[in-house]
């Protein structure tokens, strides 16, 4: 429990944002896979990632930690390549919360000599892995569900795969990537569709690794179905890495800064990816005052300008190679509502629970929709944060596949107020709250607050800098 109360001044300072949460796990992976030592600073050492790390080492990759003083993380990994992974002295791996640890883990030992039970926390087997199950079986994996309800524990028997051509049902970056990672060990080509492209670092960093990808969209139209295809590849080679800030993470202080009247915040080393950057182009439509700066190296202060919106400083850098990082400067702003759907869904996926909170504050009606998979990821999103934004007083419907947010009235005053706030154990929902109650009339208590765990141990620290740098 942990007990919230609105703001008292506006937010200011700057803060540097931890590493993507997608991109560290990505890294250990891929490094546990290649030949050679694979250094990856700026590593996410949240919980989930964590549980990755440990899943490879239990398949006897040696990693090394390494947390400097200023709490900066970098791992080593002493990947063996492609066919260095041993069996592990108990097969059963734990993946903790981490929806990406078990689902891409699944494509990475389908192909693999030995057998393994991935099974994570109540959440993660309670989570749909057909979608992992249906596409690596076509494949010739020998993979089912324990209880036979189609989740988490998942029994693996390595054996032979070969390549397929799969359109999935769904926009989905851990199923996309669990097939591309089976696709590296299978006979002849594998070739995933999906209906709009989920974030693509599995196929930049299986590139960088040395893997050979072809990737387009049909018919060229960047918001239509989109393709991955992979070859089988002889070996991977190690990288160095340097993982950019998780957009996910630095939402919440984007947020913040818009919401409370003054703010004015510098958030550092912010990755922009464009199938990661969506909560960016949304609140930019609902009148977000941004400025995107290149990455400085003193602290307080911000580098060249790139540019005023997200266009123009992705524009500006285009020819950078790898994962594209900014800093961006926010001053708190008026926002309106706006209708979220289609193809933006994937690229704002994580962010959609903070996306609403700043919707109930912002003037005029918010809709969400095509975001059905809210509902399975480590909460039922869609239930949670409708629930808590009413419980605050907002107007609030849960839809199918998103919501409606009524937001306030011109001139209107605070449109929250404290409450009880249910997490679900979700991070996101307790993080998302966790701002929402800096503008609430009234105390908020936060159920659990020990969630932020999963993607940002610092959070609260981090919180409370920019509100004492007063
Ligand atoms: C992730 C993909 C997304 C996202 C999750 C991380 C990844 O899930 O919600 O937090 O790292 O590939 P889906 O692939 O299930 O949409």
Do not use: W
């Not at 200011?12 to 694979?38: L, W």
């Not at 070969?162 to 591309?180: D, E, F, N, R």
């Not at 960088?208 to 049909?218: P, Q, R, Y």
Request: overall charge negative; some cysteine; hydrophobic content about 40%.
């Amino acid at each position: 429990m942990m007990k919230l109360i609105k703001t008292a001044g506006p937010l200011s300072g700057s803060i540097q944002i931890p590493g993507d949460k997608s991109i560290s796990h990505r890294a250990v992976m891929f490094g546990s896979i290649a030949q050679g030592t694979t250094r990856i600073r700026h590593f996410l050492s949240g919980a989930d990632c964590l549980s990755t790390i440990d899943c490879f080492r239990r398949l006897q990759i040696p990693i090394e930690l390494h947390t400097d003083p200023a709490g900066e993380t970098q791992v080593l990994v002493h990947g063996k390549g492609l066919r260095g992974l041993s069996a592990p002295a108990d097969p059963l791996l734990e993946t903790g919360n981490s929806g990406t640890t078990t689902r891409i883990l699944s494509g990475i030992l389908a192909p693999q000599p030995f057998t393994c039970i991935l099974s994570g926390d109540e959440s993660i087997n309670r989570r749909p892995m057909k979608r992992v199950i249906e596409p690596l079986s076509r494949m010739g994996a020998d993979i089912e569900s324990v209880n036979g309800n189609g989740c988490a524990p998942l029994r693996i028997r390595g054996t032979a795969l070969h390549g397929i051509s799969y359109t999935s049902p769904v926009a989905s970056a851990q199923v996309k990537s669990a097939i591309l990672c089976a696709g590296l060990y299978a006979e002849g080509e594998t070739c995933v569709t999906e209906p709009a492209r989920s974030r693509d670092h599995t196929e930049k960093m299986l590139s960088l690794f040395g893997a050979e990808l072809s990737c387009g969209f049909e018919q060229g139209n960047s918001s239509g179905a989109y393709t991955a295809l992979i070859r089988p590849a002889e070996e991977l080679y190690a990288q160095d890495i340097s993982v950019p800030g998780d957009i996910s993470s630095a939402a919440y202080f984007i947020a913040a800064a818009l919401l409370v009247p003054g703010s004015e915040v510098l958030v550092r080393g912010v990755g922009i990816n464009p199938t990661r950057a969506g909560f960016l182009t949304a609140v930019e439509q609902m009148g977000a005052d941004l400025t995107y700066y290149a990455s400085g190296q003193n602290p307080d202060e911000p580098g060249v300008l790139l540019g005023r919106s997200l266009q123009e400083a992705q524009e500006a850098l285009r020819c950078v190679p790898g994962e594209p990082a900014c800093d961006l400067l926010v001053r708190s702003s008026q926002l309106s509502g706006i209708v979220i759907e289609g193809a933006l869904i994937p690229t704002l996926i994580d962010e959609i629970p903070i996306l609403a909170v700043l919707a109930a504050c912002a003037e005029g009606e918010t809709v969400i929709r095509d975001a059905a998979e809210l509902k399975v990821k480590e909460s039922d999103r869609i239930a949670y944060v409708t629930e808590n934004l009413r419980a605050m007083g907002a107007e609030a419907v849960p839809t199918e596949d998103g919501m409606i947010l009524a937001g306030k009235s011109r001139g209107e005053g605070a449109a929250l107020h404290g409450a009880l706030i249910r997490t679900g154990l979700d991070h996101r929902i307790a993080m998302s709250f966790a701002v929402a109650a800096l503008v609430a009339e009234g105390e908020c208590t936060l159920d659990d607050e020990a969630c932020v765990r999963i993607s940002y141990p610092a959070f609260f620290q981090d919180l409370s800098s920019l509100l004492s740098s007063l």
